[in-house]
């Protein structure tokens, strides 16, 4: 079992960044690969970004690439997603998901644990 945590959501105008963080307890972190998803209201839950757990590659949906940054701090089995230049439609609940291997899957369904998510609300 591996129990997820996110904060760091909040209400903040266009243009500006917020820092989002996902903390990871129960098995061991290393086991499982994690990245971020978003769910804006009415519409399905979304990949945002991952990270290889091998290779330390990060990869990002077209709409987040050079806006959003993701990465990883071991020691504190932590993971983080850096947002700056936010736009209104970046509003959404975001969520991080574990699975095991290397890589989280795109499609949401195939990942294992999911923390409750947090909220990010970018006013125009």
């Known amino acids: 079992q591996v129990q997820l945590v996110e904060s760091g959501g909040g209400l903040v105008q266009a243009g500006g960044s917020l820092r989002l963080s996902c903390a990871a307890s129960?098995?061991?972190?290393?086991?499982?690969?994690m990245g971020w998803f978003r769910q804006a209201p009415g519409k399905e839950r979304e990949y945002v970004a991952a990270?290889?757990?091998?290779?330390?590659?990060?990869y990002y949906r077209d709409a987040v690439k050079g806006r959003f940054t993701m990465s990883r701090d071991n020691a504190q089995n932590t993971v983080y997603l850096q947002m700056n230049s936010l736009k209104p439609e970046d509003t959404a609940v975001y969520y991080c998901?574990?699975?095991?291997?290397?890589?989280?899957?795109?499609?949401?369904?195939?990942?294992?644990?999911w923390g409750r998510g947090t909220l990010v609300t970018v006013s125009s």
């Open positions: 129960g098995r061991t972190f290393g086991s499982y690969a």
């Open positions: 998901a574990a699975k095991r291997g290397t890589i989280v899957s795109a499609l949401p369904a195939k990942n294992d644990y």
């Open positions: 990270i290889d757990w091998s290779s330390g590659t990060t």
